[in-house]
Every structure is written in C-alpha cells, then in structure tokens.
T-cell receptor
Framework: QQQVKQSPQSLIVQKGGISIINCAYE??????FPWYQQFPGKGPALLIA?????SEKKEGRFTISFNKSAKQFSLHIMDSQPGDSATYFC??????????????FGKGTKLSVKP | DVKVTQSSRYLVKRTGEKVFLECVQD?????MFWYRQDPGLGLRLIYF???????EKGDIPEGYSVSREKKERFSLILESASTNQTSMYLC????????????FGDGTRLSIL
C-alpha cells in the first residue's frame, strides 16, 4: 500500500513533442505529490508538486495532472527539449502519522529528447 | 538556496572496512535522510532522522547505521562494507514532515572492492 508505481521506465521523445510519465498509488492518505528531476551526476531536484485539492498544476512547460478517484497522477512536458533529458521521479507522502511524511518514490523514468 | 553537501563524490573502499559518509545541510532543517540509488530500483530509504540524536530505520537499514550529533550533520556508517553495498548514496534534508520538499545533495558514488 506504500508503493508508488511509475511508468514507463524509459522514454524517447523527439524535440518539440510531449513527454508523459504516469504514476499510480494505493494509499489514500497521501496528500502531497511532487516530481523530481535528476540530471547525470546530480541529486534529484524538486520540479513541481501538487496537492489533491486541485486536478492540474502548470509551471511553464511542465504540468501535473491529478486524478484522485483513479489514484493516478502524471507529468506532462510540453515542447520537450534536449535539455529536458534526465531521470524523473514521482513521489507521494502524507502529512499525517509522523514518518508517513516520508516521501515514497517511484522507480524513475529516464527521458531522452532527440534533437 | 538550500545546500546539502556530501563530503565525497567518489569513494573506493575494500570489503570489511568501516565506511563513513558525511552530509551537511545549511538550512537548519529538522529532517535528514539517507537513500541509496540503484538502476531500476529508484531511491530507497536507508535511515532518517527528525531531530538531533534521533534516528529511524527506513526500508533497507540492514548493514548500515547512522549518527546525528549535530542538527546540520548526518552520517551514514557501513559497519563492515560488502560488495552489495556498491551504490550511489544520496543525502537529503527537509524542514519538517508537513509535506515539505526534500533537498538532495549530489551523491556519493561508493565502490566496494
């Protein structure tokens, strides 16, 4: 119940295309859903996050879509650029229950954007 | 900007050695975390700490211990290193447990020979 399932494992997109990464969870207590971006040789960095009171959040070319009833959320990267090539992790946590505030990470998606 | 600094980028040790990985954060964060990252397995939590001298086991604590003597510093200890502990180790910190973002260091790539 603590898992976050992320797909696909890897993704190749042409420059200018849309990249879509999906995540699913089981624990209905989760109420914070961040996405992290990791470049080679660097630690993950927070990209964008959403809470379940909204169904969509957009920051520039990055959008999170959230479907509470389906317990799914996804990251869309519009007009994908070679500089977006990185590994992306979804995560989830709950503010309740002490250590439930720990982030549960998906296994990551390696995105390659071809010029 | 939050800075999480890991003392070594690359480390090579021998089987059976006691290994120390150090992490320092400069934002007075309450929580600190140690993860290991392996291809296809994502980020797995080893230990975390929510206060000085406090520690909690994560998902894969076996073979590891931690120390948090000061708020800004969190050390990961491999008591007797084994080859299956070859991995990328990531340290992170966060303000508290109220769904605050975690800030990561750039990792230590540890090889056990």
């Amino acid at each position: 119940q603590q898992q976050v399932k992320q797909s696909p494992q890897s993704l190749i997109v042409q420059k200018g295309g849309i990249s879509i990464i999906n995540c699913a969870y089981e624990n209905t207590a989760f109420d914070y859903f961040p996405w992290y971006q990791q470049f080679p040789g660097k630690g993950p960095a927070l990209l964008i996050a959403i809470r379940p009171d909204v169904s969509e959040k957009k920051e520039g070319r990055f959008t999170i879509s959230f479907n509470k009833s389906a317990k799914q959320f996804s990251l869309h990267i519009m007009d994908s650029q070679p500089g977006d090539s990185a590994t992306y992790f979804c995560a989830a946590s709950s503010r309740y229950g002490g250590s439930q505030g720990n982030l549960i990470f998906g296994k990551g998606t390696k995105l390659s954007v071809k010029p | 900007d939050v800075k999480v600094t890991q003392s070594s980028r690359y480390l090579v040790k021998r089987t059976g050695e006691k290994v120390f990985l150090e992490c320092v954060q400069d934002m007075d964060h309450e929580n600190m975390f140690w993860y290991r990252q392996d291809p296809g397995l994502g980020l797995r939590l080893i230990y975390f700490s929510y206060d000085v001298k406090m520690k909690e086991k994560g998902d894969i604590p076996e073979g590891y211990s931690v120390s948090r003597e000061k708020k800004e510093r969190f050390s990961l200890i491999l008591e007797s290193a084994s080859t299956n502990q070859t991995s990328m180790y990531l340290c992170a910190s966060s303000r508290d447990f109220s769904n605050q973002p975690q800030h990561f260091g750039d990792g230590t790539r540890l090889s056990i020979l």
